[in-house]
């Protein structure tokens, strides 16, 4: 069965492809929206699209207003879910080489926001479930896709899913890395915060969303007249006011030395200008608690490693407007970690800056046996059909899966792959893109058999 299942998708490919470039063409980034289009018009205008081509196929679909869908192979109960999110992290296009949204293919890879994460997945999900119906496979046991909308900023769509909805007896999602993720970090998202009416510093931006890396940030100042050249700052002015501009390298939170912070590259710089008191102890508490460079969160004195990884801490988002100043912070943390001891600490550091400390996230680790038969079939699948060694590993990322009990990320990065995950120029190449749906078809076909 397993020559027949890889021969279908191979016939397939040249169509899948197409259809991935259909939904990279829709700049899904979730944003705040109408309680019709919770996610804003392009989120809802890409899960009808992705639903749409599932009901051309012969699938049975359902809208949950536009929060999530579901598609079922057939009636059977259901033991196998499969979770993908249809959302993407925005894009600063003048930084890309290739059009964010474009689709384009060169030197075998097709590149664009969401290729890995996680529409590239996502397709790769629906064609291996074609290809499993174009062969007339009765499985034994229903598999259910679902496909979410708000997976990078919180994940608010499975809570609105599983309101209605249970979860299979299994899930998977391949939102992660091969072989198979059985541990995730625990996570927070944090903000601190003042009031704050500075001499010299009337503005600040940096950062797009909570987790990631910023690769941009400015500041905008008056009354200094010296500004010491440094490298990745450019200063320009108008009006007697500088503008400051950093410019970093754009990376996901759970893995920041892949990035260059510009937020605490532009709180580094500020530091060195002639500020008042006021702003000085401001910035150099920021500065000494989020040292540009180092994410270890040694500066919060929270610092800590054992054998599920480092806790990684990042500044992601600066914002100083309308007399507050506010700063946001993704801390991934080790099955070692306390989140209350380590909240408490940050809060204890930034106090004497003057900020407070607002939790937005707080969740514990997420763990499941590697010795269960579900990962044990997935593992066994990965390697005949990837011919790599399979193995259970931990991750910082957090997924659908976190808060599912027994779920697991299974893909759909290759050991040893680099598609820009949230940076500049996301890709995939297409052989890896036909290795995945070869990958999700037989694993669902062993699961559900």
């Known amino acids: 069965m397993r020559e027949k299942i890889n021969a279908v998708i191979d016939k397939n490919f040249d169509e899948m492809i197409e259809a991935l470039r259909k939904i990279i063409a829709v700049p899904s ?6 309680p019709e289009r919770p996610y804003g018009d392009e989120c809802s205008r890409v899960l009808k699209m992705f639903l749409e081509m599932a009901d051309e196929e012969g699938f049975c679909t359902n809208n949950f207003e536009n929060y999530a869908g ?4 057939n009636e059977k109960p259901v033991k196998l879910g499969v979770l993908c999110h249809l959302d993407v992290v925005p894009v600063t296009e003048k930084d890309w080489t290739f059009k964010p949204f474009g689709g384009e293919i060169s030197n075998g890879r097709i590149y664009g926001r969401g290729t890995i ?9 629906l064609y291996a479930l074609k290809a499993l119906k174009e062969l007339g496979i009765d499985l034994t046991h229903n598999v259910r896709f679902i496909v ?11 809570e609105y899913y599983l309101k209605r909805e249970s979860m299979p007896e299994l899930v998977f999602t391949p ?23 500075f001499s010299h510093v009337k503005m ?11 690769s941009d940030a400015y500041a905008v100042v008056t009354g200094i007249s010296t500004f010491p050249e440094k490298e990745n700052v450019t200063v320009t002015e108008k009006d007697g006011a500088f503008l400051i501009e950093y410019k970093g390298t754009a990376g996901h939170a759970s893995t920041p030395a892949d990035g260059l912070n ?10 060195g200008l002639e500020l008042d008191d006021e702003e000085r102890k401001t910035f150099e508490n920021v500065k000494n608690s989020f040292i540009h460079g180092d994410f270890s969160g040694s500066g919060c004195g929270i610092k800590m490693s054992d054998r599920t990884g480092d806790l990684t801490q990042v500044l992601s988002i600066a914002d100083l407007a309308d007399g507050v100043l506010e700063f946001r912070i993704d801390v991934r943390y080790p099955e070692c970690g306390n989140r209350e001891n380590i909240i408490a600490k940050i809060a204890e550091t930034v106090a004497s800056g003057g900020f407070e400390l607002i939790t937005d996230i707080a969740s514990l680790p997420h763990s499941v046996d590697e010795n269960s038969d579900f990962i044990k079939t997935l593992l066994g699948v990965y ?13 910082g990322g957090g997924t659908y899966v976190h808060d599912i009990e027994g779920g697991v990320a299974f893909g759909a990065e290759f050991p040893g792959e680099e598609n820009n995950m949230h940076g500049n120029d996301e890709s995939v190449s297409l052989d890896s893109l036909r290795l995945n749906a070869k990958i999700m078809a037989n694993a669902i076909y062993e699961i559900c058999k």
């Open 29 to 34: 980034v979730s944003v705040p929206g109408t």
């Open 70 to 73: 579901t598609i079922e192979y």
């Open 117 to 125: 994460d996680d529409k590239g997945p996502a397709i790769a999900v």
């Open 148 to 158: 979410g909308c708000d997976e990078e900023n919180g994940s608010t769509d499975m």
């Open 175 to 197: 939102d992660g890395d091969y072989p198979v993720i059985n541990f995730e970090k625990g996570m927070l998202r944090l903000r601190i915060r003042k009031n704050a009416e």
């Open 204 to 214: 600040m931006h940096g950062g797009t969303v909570p987790n990631a890396v910023p």
């Open 262 to 271: 510009a937020v605490t590259g532009l709180v580094d710089y500020l530091c």
């Open 383 to 395: 390697e005949k059909e990837s011919g790599l060694k399979g193995y259970c590993k931990a991750i």
